[in-house]
C-alpha cells in the first residue's frame, strides 16, 4: 500500500512537472509609468503587449513591445504658466524571468528586461536609449488558460556622464497560455 | 527562494548606485533674458550670470549633462519693416555691432517673421523649433554658466523689444 502510494505521489510530481514544462503564454497588458525626479515629464498611460515562453519552471524568456504617454511639463514663465509635449514611446525589448511563470494558480517571478527605447516629442528630436528595467511580478493563471498579471518595475535609462532617467512603472494583463504549463 | 528575490534585488540596486544612475535628478532651471529694446544703431545685449540663479547655483557642481536648452519669448517688432529677431551668445566680451556679433557670436535663437508694428510668442512648446547650436549653449550652461546674449535681427534696419527666458532642463547627482 505504501510502494503504491510512493509510486502514485512520484507520478502525480512528475506529471505536474510535465505539465510545467513549455508553457507560451502572450497578451496585453495596461498600466502606469511615473517618472522619478524628473521634471521634464509627468506620468502617463502604457499600454504593451508581452510573449513568454518558460522552458522549465523557474526560468522563462520573453519579448515586449510598450508604448507610452508622458504627461506635459509645466512651468512658470514670464507670461504666465505653460505646458510642453510630454511626448510619447515605443520600446521593444526582452525579458528574462526568475520564477515561476506557468502552472495554474498563483505563480511569483522577478523580472529584468533591456529594452530599444524611441521618445518623441513636438518640435524636438527624436531621443532613443537603451532602457534596463527590473521588478517583481505575480500572475494568478487560471485553469481556462487564462492569467492575470499584476507587476510593478523600475526603470533606468542612462544618459551618459552617469546620468539616468528613472521611472517606476506598473500594470496590469491578462495572458493567454499556450502548453502545458496552464493545462 | 524570496531570499535569492531580495538578494537579486539589492544587487541590482547597488549596481546601478554604484554607478551613479540613481543619484541623479531632472531639474529644469529658468533664468531671465532680459535684452529690452534693440535696433541695429544700438544693439542691446545681456549678461547671463547662472550662479544667481538659485537652481543652477545648488547643482552647478553635481550637473551631468544639460538634456534640453530653449528660448521663450515675447517679441515686439518696433520697426518698420518685417524681421525675424535672433539671439547670439558669447563667452567673451566683443564690439556690441551686427558685424562682431554675427562673426564672433554664435546665433542660437530665431524667430520667426514678424511683421511691422506685431508681436510673437514664442511659448515653452513652440521654443525649440527656433533653437540652433543648441550644444553651443550647453556647453556654455555646462561649462561656463555667465556669457552675453545679444538681440539682432536678420535684417535692418530692425527695432525690437525682446523680454525672454531660457529654459533649461539638467540632469544633476553626485
Known amino acids: ?42 506620468s502617463g498611460g502604457m499600454f504593451g503587449i508581452q510573449a513568454k515562453f518558460a522552458p522549465i519552471s523557474f526560468l522563462a524568456a520573453g519579448l515586449h513591445f510598450q508604448s507610452r504617454n508622458y504627461g506635459d ?63 517583481p511580478g505575480v500572475e494568478i493563471v487560471l485553469p481556462i488558460n487564462l492569467g492575470i498579471e499584476g507587476r510593478g518595475m523600475f526603470e533606468v535609462v542612462p544618459t551618459g556622464d552617469k546620468g539616468s532617467w528613472k521611472s517606476f512603472m506598473w500594470f496590469i494583463g491578462l495572458n493567454y497560455h499556450i502548453g502545458l504549463g496552464a493545462m | 527562494m524570496k531570499r535569492y ?44 550670470d547662472l550662479y544667481t540663479n538659485e537652481d543652477y547655483a545648488d547643482n552647478f557642481d553635481k550637473i551631468k549633462s544639460v538634456d534640453v536648452v530653449s528660448f521663450v519669448a515675447k517679441i515686439y517688432n518696433l520697426g518698420t519693416s518685417a524681421n525675424k529677431a535672433e539671439l547670439y551668445v558669447s ?30 510668442l514664442i511659448t515653452w512648446n513652440e521654443s525649440h523649433k527656433y533653437i540652433q547650436n543648441e ?7 555646462l561649462n561656463r554658466g555667465r556669457f552675453w546674449v545679444y538681440g539682432i535681427a536678420d535684417s535692418t534696419p530692425f527695432s525690437h523689444r525682446i523680454i525672454a527666458q531660457m529654459v533649461v532642463t539638467i540632469t544633476a547627482g553626485k
Open chain 1, 73 to 135: 511639463p509645466s512651468a512658470e514663465l514670464f507670461y504666465g504658466s505653460d505646458t510642453k509635449d510630454g511626448g510619447k514611446l515605443q520600446s521593444f525589448g526582452m525579458d528574462a524571468y526568475l520564477g515561476k511563470t506557468s502552472g495554474i494558480g498563483p505563480n511569483f517571478y522577478l523580472m529584468a528586461s533591456i529594452g530599444s527605447y524611441k521618445w518623441t516629442r513636438d518640435n524636438m528630436e527624436d531621443i532613443s536609449k537603451t532602457a534596463y528595467a527590473f521588478g
Open chain 1, 1 to 42: 500500500m505504501k510502494t503504491k502510494l510512493a509510486v502514485g505521489l512520484i507520478v502525480l510530481a512528475l506529471a505536474s512537472s510535465a505539465l510545467a514544462l513549455g508553457d507560451i503564454s502572450i497578451g496585453p497588458y495596461y498600466g502606469m509609468n511615473i517618472p522619478i525626479v524628473n521634471e521634464e515629464i509627468k
Open chain 2, 135 to 141: 550644444d553651443v549653449l550647453k556647453d556654455f550652461v
Open chain 2, 91 to 120: 563667452a567673451d566680451t566683443i564690439p556690441v555691432n551686427i558685424d562682431s556679433i554675427q562673426a564672433r557670436a554664435t546665433r542660437v535663437f530665431v524667430s520667426p517673421s514678424i511683421a511691422a508694428g506685431d508681436s510673437a
Open chain 2, 5 to 48: 528575490f531580495m538578494i537579486l534585488g539589492f544587487a541590482a540596486i547597488a549596481a546601478l548606485t554604484v554607478s551613479g544612475c540613481l543619484l541623479t535628478i531632472q531639474k529644469t532651471l529658468i533664468e531671465d533674458i532680459n535684452i529690452g529694446n534693440t535696433t541695429n544703431n544700438n544693439v542691446a545685449r545681456y549678461w547671463v
